[in-house]
C-alpha cells in the first residue's frame, strides 16, 4: 500500500530555513510527480509545490524563491527545502503522490521568534 511518511518540521526563528523530508514506499516513486500542500490554522490546505517524474517543478506565488522541491529516486524521497521563512509559513505541511489522493500525516512547521 502507498505510504507517505513527512519528517523535518519543527521550530524555526524568521529568516531562518528547514529541510522537510518525505519518504515513499508501496509504489513506484520514480514514476509518479510529488507534490507538498500545507494547511495553516483555520484555512483550506493550499498547493505548495510539485516536481513531475522527469524533475521539472513549479510553485506557489507564495513560496517562489524561497522554497525549492527535489527527489532523490534512489532514496524514494522528496523534499522542500524551504528558506528565509515567515511567520505566515507556519502550518502542517504534507506530502502527497500525484494519481490519486495519497497524502502523509504531515509535519509541522512553526516560525516564531
Known amino acids: 500500500q502507498v505510504q507517505l511518511v513527512e519528517s523535518g518540521g519543527g521550530l524555526v526563528q524568521p529568516g531562518g530555513s528547514l529541510r522537510l523530508s518525505c519518504a515513499a514506499s508501496?509504489?513506484?516513486?520514480?514514476?509518479?510527480?510529488m507534490r507538498w500542500h500545507r494547511q495553516a490554522p483555520g484555512k483550506q490546505r493550499e498547493f505548495i509545490a510539485h516536481?513531475?517524474?522527469?524533475?521539472?517543478?513549479n510553485y506557489a506565488d507564495s513560496v517562489k524563491g524561497r522554497f525549492t522541491i527535489s527527489r532523490d529516486n534512489a532514496k524514494n524521497t522528496v523534499y522542500l527545502q524551504m528558506n528565509s521563512l515567515k511567520p505566515e509559513d507556519t502550518a502542517v505541511y504534507y506530502c502527497?503522490?500525484?494519481?490519486?489522493?495519497?497524502w502523509g500525516q504531515g509535519t509541522q512547521v512553526t516560525v516564531s521568534s
Open positions: 502527497g503522490r500525484s494519481f490519486g489522493d495519497y
Open positions: 508501496g509504489f513506484t516513486f520514480s514514476s509518479y510527480g
Open positions: 516536481i513531475s517524474s522527469g524533475r521539472s517543478t
